[in-house]
């Protein structure tokens, strides 16, 4: 039998995407339309506030294509945290103009596979707690899909010896690398929690970026013969104060 990985789990994560019903927004009164903005306005200025006291992290991303037109990520540190959020924002006004488009529950995760140093519990480490606790980057571009590790015939992840998933994950982890500074990578572990194994967050300055990494790694082994993919969603950050023009119509 093939051991697990021990991993070190985080905050946990929503990825919340909706689409706007444009019909019914262009069919409210102005007035109701800028009731609405304003409160989801000061949503995300009492989602900066945890932010700011590092009790948690959102990002909101409009999307391109039409699986969706917003995304939003929240980071929390309970599963009850994350729930209270969605409520208080399905309670919105904004929110009665938006429909379902997917969602996605997991949570920050680090394994264990890299060699520990002696006596080093790798999770009391302050680099390992701002990588399980991360304020989200603001960054341009973000691109959202979930993934599994494949269990078909010859290839089976999970009947791999430890050695050899930690070998394949080091060459992976090099292929990162290369893209330091212009890619940022959330991975959340969702076994249990949703219909894939992973999801994979990434961020960019530039939107290319994210299309070159994805494609490179798709030579490294571990995701030549064992990544199975979901949907992808990509899109462009939304401040808070683009919010407004953004919903003009
Ligand atoms: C942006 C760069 C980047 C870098 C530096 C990086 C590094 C690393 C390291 C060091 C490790 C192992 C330890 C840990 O930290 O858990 C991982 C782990 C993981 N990765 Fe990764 N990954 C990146 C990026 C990156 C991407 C773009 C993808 C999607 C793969 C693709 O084909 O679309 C991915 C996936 C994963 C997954 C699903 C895991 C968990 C595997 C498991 O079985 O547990 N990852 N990853």
């Given amino acids: 039998m093939a051991e697990a990985v021990e991993t070190m789990d985080g905050w946990y994560c929503l990825h919340d ?9 262009k069919m409210a009164s102005s007035d109701e339309r800028e009731a ?18 590092k009790d948690g992290s959102h990002a909101v991303y409009t999307v391109v294509g039409q699986k969706a037109d917003i995304m939003m990520m929240f980071l929390r540190p309970t ?8 409520t208080e924002f399905n309670k919105t006004k904004f929110a009665e103009y938006l429909k379902p488009a997917y969602s996605y529950v997991s949570v920050v995760e680090l394994s264990k596979y890299a060699p520990q140093k002696e006596g080093v519990d790798p999770e009391s480490l302050p680099e390992t ?11 341009e571009h973000m691109c959202f899909y979930p993934m599994d590790k494949r269990r078909q015939g010859e290839n089976n992840w999970y009947t791999l010896e430890f050695s050899e998933r930690g070998k ?19 991975i959340t572990g969702s076994f249990g929690f949703d219909d894939w194994e992973w999801g994979v967050t990434l961020f960019a300055h530039d939107v290319l970026q994210l299309k070159r990494i994805v494609y490179e790694m798709r030579f ?14 990509v899109g462009n950050h939304l ?11």
């Fill in 129 to 139: 707690q701002a990588r399980l606790k991360p304020i989200l980057p603001k960054w």
């Fill in 168 to 186: 394949m994950l080091y060459e992976h982890s090099k292929t990162g690398r290369k893209y330091a500074g212009r890619v940022k990578q959330i």
């Fill in 220 to 233: 490294d082994e571990v995701s030549a013969k064992y990544g199975e993919f979901g949907e992808f969603f």
């Fill in 239 to 249: 401040p808070k104060e683009n919010v407004a023009a953004y919903l003009h119509v």
């Fill in 79 to 86: 599963m009850v945290e994350l729930n209270e959020l969605e």
């Fill in 17 to 25: 995407l909706r689409s706007i019903d444009w019909t019914s927004w």
């Fill in 36 to 53: 609405a903005i304003h409160e989801f306005e000061q949503l995300l200025s009492k989602w900066e506030a945890i932010e700011e006291a």
